[in-house]
């Protein structure tokens, strides 16, 4: 081969091997996630932008509907035929569910965490961890227990905001007499139980709610006080409607906020549909711990695990400027504000938040903390699905006592952590 053969295929070889890796540096970043809702799209969003930064294209694996159920069932189809996304929004119990079957990136083999326990705190840390290896990246942490006010509707009327269950009915019968629906709720079984998640932590206390949707404790589950819970619980359904049945939790916070409602049982998830629609806290809605739940801060910790996919340094680099993005605390920062949550980050500049959040980050620190069970964070995902699913059956039943409830959920429970 002459000389000039040789440069053009050095030539040949050089322009091949920079459009290859070219190819991969660019190969999308498949994520798997639930934001489909407006001011989730936004929050969302802010992900596209900061991996954008940093050359990363983000490809959106949505899957809408169930509070994250539909998406689990999907990825799970998609793991199971060997072809999982890079990531996946997956959080409390499940990572390690999924770490069992080896299919979990270490977060520790990727990138250097020893500075994470520097500001990260630890009931966080302890949520993508397994066996002390992060097995996920935490991204932020939403408060369950939130009570929303509507505020043209309490001001018309001169009421103060219900502390006690006592007052709760008061001030929604005295609502509803008035011709005004006193309470917004959608119509699935998750946000059924989301609203008995609060009352089971007001009724039960902190101490017996960890007790019995943590550790499934039988003694907590068939007492008189978990009887006296759903009780209250059912005294609760007078105040919803036929036309709520299947709707969304997005239709719900719709109605509350174009006051068509006086309060609303969520996560303050909803504040980023809100802030999306030009909302804001004070003005248009205040926000005050579910009744009874004043000391205490129900939480659900948004995170991201990655799956082992990586063929190349490039996608193994790719996989770690998506860690060191979802870890910095310039996009914890920017995702809390359009997402309604504070950052999973601790010391972080709090001024761009708005007065719900601000009052979420002092309660996270000096309330008493437990994990919600209607988001993922006290059990796994099957068994999580199943007392939803007998909560929600109650709450909509003509027939079924509190007592006959308590004595399937004692039953469902025993079969549940059966070995």
């Excluded at 920017?334 to 997402?339: G, L, W």
Aim: hydrophobic share 45%; net charge negative; glycine share 6%.
């Amino acid at each position: 081969m002459n000389k000039k053969n040789l440069i053009s295929v050095s030539s040949f070889a050089c322009i091949s091997a920079f459009v290859l890796s070219t190819t991969v540096s660019a190969a999308p970043f498949e994520v798997l996630h639930w934001w489909t809702e407006p001011g989730e799209l936004q929050s969302k969003q802010v992900l596209v932008d900061h991996l954008k930064v940093n050359d990363i294209e983000f490809e959106d694996f949505a899957i809408v509907g169930g509070g994250g159920d539909g998406a689990i069932h999907v990825l799970q189809m998609r793991a199971l035929s060997g072809t999982p996304p890079e990531a996946a929004q997956i959080k409390g119990p499940d990572i390690t569910e999924w770490n069992k079957l080896s299919m979990l990136v270490s977060i520790d083999k990727l990138v250097d965490t020893r500075a994470w326990t520097n500001f990260l705190p630890e009931v966080v840390i302890d949520h993508v961890s397994v066996d002390h290896e992060y097995m996920g990246v935490p991204i932020n942490i939403h408060r369950v227990n939130w009570l929303w006010l509507n505020t043209k509707i309490f001001k018309r009327f001169g009421l103060a905001a219900p502390t006690t269950w006592k007052q709760f009915f008061a001030v929604a019968d005295f609502i509803q007499a008035k011709g005004v629906k006193p309470l917004s709720m959608g119509g699935t079984p998750w946000q059924d139980a989301l609203l008995f998640e609060s009352v089971a932590i007001s009724v039960l206390g902190p101490e017996n709610y960890i007790k019995a949707f943590v550790h499934f404790d039988n003694n907590v589950i068939n007492s008189v006080a978990m009887v006296d819970a759903f009780k209250l619980f059912k005294r609760l359904h007078r105040y919803t409607s036929i036309a709520q049945q299947g709707q969304d939790w997005f239709w719900a916070s719709q109605s509350f906020i174009n006051d068509q409602a006086a309060m609303f049982f969520m996560g303050d998830w909803v504040k980023g549909s809100w802030t999306a629609a030009g909302k804001e806290a004070l003005k248009d809605y205040r926000c005050v711990p579910a009744p009874g739940t004043d000391g205490v801060f129900s939480y659900n910790i948004d995170s991201f695990v990655l799956f082992k996919k990586v063929n190349t340094d490039i996608e193994q680099a790719n996989q770690k400027i998506f860690v060191d993005t979802l870890i910095s605390p310039e996009f914890q920062i920017d995702f809390s504000v359009a997402k309604g949550s504070i950052p999973a980050r601790q010391n972080v500049d709090l001024s761009r938040f708005d007065s719900c959040s601000k009052q979420s980050a002092y309660d996270f620190d000096h309330k008493t903390k437990v994990p919600s069970f209607t988001q993922n964070m006290a059990t796994s995902s099957h068994q999580q699905g199943q007392i939803i699913q007998l909560i929600s059956d109650y709450f909509n039943s003509e027939s079924l006592s509190a007592e006959e409830a308590v004595q399937q959920l004692d039953v469902m429970v025993k079969a549940l952590t059966s070995k």
